[in-house]
């Protein structure tokens, strides 16, 4: 039976540096704006946790809600007026957006030293060069990162396979492997043999959308599984009548992994930790301090 990967703790490791840090920090108060437009509930939740957990480490929060009907320009206009602010050193959008709006239009628009997503052209432009450094590493992949090594993973030389391509986890994690010089594949709803080409991994990322996708024949017995997916499924004997499962089939899977991630409590706790830790960083380079252990997870 394969061990836990015990996001939760993890993420309060993290969150406790991000405190001291704050502490620390004497010149400036690290600030962090989230831009939410619409009334959509889930989105909701996500700001509503992210100033929570702000408040809890002592990052100040800003919140911007516009209506489900606020222009293009009116959106813009909101990031630019943030990124103008000094008070404000990390700015979020909340993502998606409404169909009506240009989301790249509107993520052009904060200020690169404030991009603590990390989804700005050019940071992840730099976190693909070797020899360059982002300002800041999109927070899911660095969170995935920080996972394996708090569980003593051998990263070098290991060979790793990332199920998935999107901008937000799998290409950003792939980079993120490759300068841990890990041998990296990745695959694709157009990989062909996909199941073989899952099963060579040593270490596995599955961000794929799909909900227990990968199953235990798919898995290389020792395999270290990371489960980025969060899908919520029918389940009649649940009080709410669904429960949530990952992109792996844990029930499957954990029998022959080595460690595991579950789901709910693996990567998803790391994701608001790394946005707090990359508010801190931002904090950091205004007050032109030396960067903080977020880019940690880049080689130097």
């Not at 990296?184 to 043999?193: C, D, L, N």
């Not at 499924?233 to 080595?258: M, T």
């Amino acid at each position: 039976m394969a061990r836990l990967i015990d996001g939760t703790m993890i993420a309060q490791k993290v969150r406790a540096e991000v405190a001291q840090g704050v502490l620390k920090l004497s010149e400036v108060k690290p600030g962090l704006a989230t831009v939410l437009v619409g009334d959509d509930p889930a989105s909701q939740a996500y700001v509503s946790s992210k100033q929570k957990a702000c408040a809890q480490v002592g990052i100040t929060s800003f919140g911007r809600h516009l209506s489900a009907t606020a222009s293009q320009a009116e959106v813009e206009a909101a990031v630019r007026e943030l990124g103008q602010d000094p008070a404000v050193h990390g700015i979020l959008v909340q993502l998606p957006l409404p169909a009506h709006l240009n989301e790249e239009a509107v993520l052009s628009c904060v200020p690169l030293e404030k991009d603590v997503d990390g989804f700005h052209p050019i940071n992840l432009g730099r976190l693909a060069m070797k020899g360059r450094e982002p300002l800041f590493v999109p927070c899911t992949p660095a969170g995935c990162i920080r996972l394996l090594q708090e569980t003593g993973v051998q990263l070098a030389g290991a060979e790793a396979v990332v199920v998935g391509r999107s901008n937000i986890v799998g290409m950003p994690a792939a980079l993120l492997l490759v300068r841990q010089d890990a041998t990296v594949t990745i695959v694709h709803s157009r990989t062909r043999s996909m199941a073989e080409a899952i099963r060579r991994a040593d270490v596995l990322v599955v961000a794929i959308g799909k909900p227990r996708f990968v199953t235990r024949e798919m898995v290389k017995p020792g395999a270290v599984v990371i489960d980025v997916g969060i899908n919520r499924i029918s389940d009649p004997s649940s009080p709410r009548g669904s429960r949530l499962v990952g992109d792996v089939d844990f029930e499957g899977v954990s029998q022959v992994a080595e460690a595991i991630t579950p789901v709910p409590g693996g990567v998803g706790p790391m994701t608001i930790a790394m946005l707090l830790q990359n508010t801190l960083t931002a904090a950091r380079h205004a007050v032109t301090l030396a960067p903080s252990s977020t880019t940690s997870v880049v080689d130097k």
